[in-house]
């Protein structure tokens, strides 16, 4: 038997007529009786008995009606549930974060779930690039945000950009570099160089523009992936924070010479074999959203 003769089973008790239960299911009479029929015959007994012109359920129908009922209910609420995943109005999804998106997006993100998802469950881990993609695949992750020029192409892995962002030398307002027109490697080298991990592209750059020096191991003294703790360092001292420069825009960008005309690829990471959660795609355009304000 099927849902929907089941249902047609479920209007006839509830009317005791097959003129008007035809009527609101927009089917012929006998086509009406030949669907209850079908259950009758996979039962193996009668649902109905005609009392004059009115039918009423013999008492094996209401037992089977009982039944019919809690099953239809039940399909109903899975076509409901399945409507509200679908529509982002429940669900769960997990999320990784690498530093520069976690400084820029958490916040954002869970404001945005609280205001447009309430019903809906978001968990954010931060952590490297290396720990959130191996969460990633054992599927303790349903996507992550990182800098994708620290990522290592791989085939399992599906990669969609989310923006570019410029980065910067920055320090604090009064600092001794604050004035001058034209910032050399050796002039910030005579202070602390703070930054998140740097991808292998990122050192390149730096090695490019400002020479064996610049790369990363031998600048950078404070490595840490949290860059809101870099940045409370960088504000009270005479630390230069090399990052993003939407991460903080309250500290000063310095004149470096040559320019560095360098960028950070925020990209949305998922496995390929993996069906995409209905909520991740709403997260994936509020992030989209959020860092094009940035």
């Not at 599927?139 to 990669?159: C, F, T």
């Not at 910032?183 to 740097?198: D, G, K, N, Q, Y």
Request: charge should be neutral; aromatic fraction near 4%; glycine fraction near 6%.
């Amino acid at each position: 038997m099927t849902l929907v003769q089941l249902r047609h089973f479920l209007e006839l008790a509830n009317t005791g007529s097959f003129s008007k239960s035809a009527v609101k299911l927009h089917l012929s009479q006998p086509a009406l009786s030949r669907s209850v029929k079908a259950i009758e015959d996979e039962l193996g007994h009668q649902l109905f008995d005609r009392v004059g012109r009115r039918i009423e359920l013999t008492a094996f129908g209401k037992h089977v009606y009982g039944q019919a009922r809690e099953l239809v209910d039940r399909a109903n609420n899975l076509k409901k549930s399945g409507e509200q995943l679908l529509s982002g109005q429940m669900g769960a999804v997990s999320i990784g974060l690498g530093s520069g998106p976690g400084a820029l997006l958490m916040t954002p993100l869970l404001a945005h779930m609280a205001t447009q998802y309430p019903h809906a469950q978001l968990t954010i881990s931060r952590g490297s690039t290396s720990l959130l993609v191996q969460a990633l695949r054992d599927r303790r992750l349903d996507a992550v945000v990182l800098d994708i020029r620290s990522l290592n192409p791989s085939s399992d892995l599906v990669v969609q950009s989310l923006c570019e962002l410029p980065g910067a030398f920055m320090c604090r307002s009064g600092h001794p570099l604050c004035n001058e027109q034209q910032v050399t490697l050796a002039s910030v080298r005579e202070f602390p160089v703070a930054s998140t991990p740097l991808s292998d592209e990122v050192a390149r750059i730096l090695v490019d523009r400002y020479g064996p020096d610049a790369h990363p191991d031998v600048l950078v003294n404070l490595r840490c992936e949290e860059i809101p703790s870099l940045v409370d360092v960088v504000r009270s001292t005479d630390t230069i924070l090399v990052a993003v420069r939407s991460l903080a825009p309250d500290l000063h960008v310095l004149k470096m010479s040559p320019e560095l005309n360098a960028t950070a690829k925020f990209g949305w990471v998922s496995i390929r074999a993996r069906s995409e959660a209905p909520l991740c795609a709403y997260l994936r355009l509020a992030a989209i959203d959020i860092l094009n304000e940035c």
